[in-house]
């Protein structure tokens, strides 16, 4: 079996999977509840739930569990450019967190615009925050299974330093 063919194996393995399987619950569950995307009885949403609040939501949560995994269940000698990685996650993230949630439960943003802001100028663009938030997690995780792809074998065959 070649390098590459053991490279993309390791990515696909049984325990990348179910950390990834995992993490994606606990995304689901850490975007939804606080939101109240997913009703319960200690967080409660003010402004009904919107058709982007759920997709940013469906679409990130998958996301980040994938991209957890590629940290938990690590191939040995990554290619050194996955190394920014880790705060793009967070960025986005975050960006998730703020496109699904309640624009007027967003203490934050209910501090610096007021309600009737929160409500006139953060809530239009929450879509906006959550499409670029899926994208920057999407290109997060193309990154990092490229790299994870990549292995050592490629990086030695890299630039050389001078």
Not at 45 to 67: D, K, Y
Not at 74 to 103: K, M, N, Q, Y
Not at 109 to 121: N, R
């Amino acid at each position: 079996m070649t390098a590459d063919r053991l490279s993309v194996r390791n990515t696909l393995d049984t325990r990348f999977w179910l950390i990834a399987l995992g993490a994606t619950a606990g995304a689901v569950l850490i975007l939804g509840i606080p939101t109240a995307v997913i009703p319960n009885p200690w967080f409660i949403r003010m402004t009904p739930t919107e058709w982007s609040n759920l997709a940013v939501w469906l679409a990130s949560a998958p996301l980040i569990g994938v991209l957890v995994a590629t940290y938990l269940a690590p191939v040995r000698d990554l290619h050194p450019a996955a190394e920014g990685a880790p705060t793009r996650v967070g960025l986005a993230s975050v960006g998730a967190f703020l496109a699904i949630g309640c624009p007027i439960c967003n203490k934050v943003v209910v501090g610096i615009l007021g309600v009737s802001g929160a409500l006139s100028v953060f809530a239009p663009i929450q879509p906006v925050i959550g499409a670029a938030s899926v994208a920057l997690l999407g290109g997060s995780l193309a990154w990092r299974l490229r790299s994870r792809a990549l292995g050592c074998s490629r990086c030695a065959s890299g630039p050389t330093a001078i």
